[in-house]
T-cell receptor, first 113, second 115 residues
């Protein structure tokens, strides 16, 4: 059984479009995260939710809006996509936000043309 | 601001060698340190997690050490195998105020083990 899953795995779209990436975890964790890995493979946190509440919001353009309908799901919606948004987006989860081990999904490769 | 550096950026070794990957971080106020493995086109797999109060952790052929005061960690891989080829990422969890829980990543060491 997949612990942290993301859909879609690949996403190719044009500049200006709006797209969403979905994440689900079946580990019973309270905390979920979105990370962005750029073309140089550098991973950086974007958002974190704990029990459906936003607790980490890094310096991310407000075109990016996370939504957590319940503890097991954390979706990422991106408006007005730009070329620079091309990256691999990883979802992760942990038992709590206090530094517990984080489990990562397989990633979504977003390509904006 | 926490910065994590990994050396070397790439490493290519023959099968059977013991090897050491290095990680350093600028702010010693960490909660823990994790080593991850990333295979091409795949997600991250957690290998070892060392709490700030611990000195080392072992899992099979992997041993990770932590010297919090000097801001260093090493990942030791014994008797390397071609299946160990991957990118190894070091990440520290912040332990101060509003930054608690944030993972700060290094840029990784790309390891190739050839038969």
């Amino acid at each position: 059984d997949t612990a942290v899953s993301q859909t879609p795995k690949y996403l190719v779209t044009q500049m200006g479009n709006d797209k969403s990436i979905k994440c689900e975890q079946n580990l019973g964790h309270d905390t979920m995260y979105w990370y962005k890995q750029d073309s140089k493979k550098f991973l950086k946190i974007m958002f974190s939710y704990n029990n459906k509440e936003l607790i980490i919001n890094e310096t991310v353009p407000n075109r990016f809006s996370p939504k957590s309908p319940d503890k097991a799901h954390l979706n990422l919606h991106i408006n007005s996509l730009e070329l620079g948004d091309s990256a691999v987006y990883f979802c992760a989860s942990s038992h709590s936000p206090g530094g517990d081990e984080q489990y990562f999904g397989p990633g979504t490769r977003l390509t904006v043309t | 601001k926490q910065e994590v550096t990994q050396i070397p950026a790439a490493l290519s070794v023959p099968e059977g060698e013991n090897l050491v990957l290095n990680c350093s971080f600028t702010d010693s106020a960490i909660y823990n340190l994790q080593w991850f493995r990333q295979d091409p086109g795949k997600g991250l797999t957690s290998l070892l997690l060392i709490q700030s109060s611990q000195r080392e952790q072992t899992s099979g052929r992997l041993n990770a050490s932590l010297d919090k005061s000097s801001g260093r960690s090493t990942l030791y891989i014994a008797a390397s195998q071609p299946g160990d080829s991957a990118t190894y990422l070091c990440a520290v969890t912040a332990d101060r105020g509003s930054t608690l829980g944030r993972l700060y990543f290094g840029r990784g060491t790309q390891l190739t083990v050839w038969p």
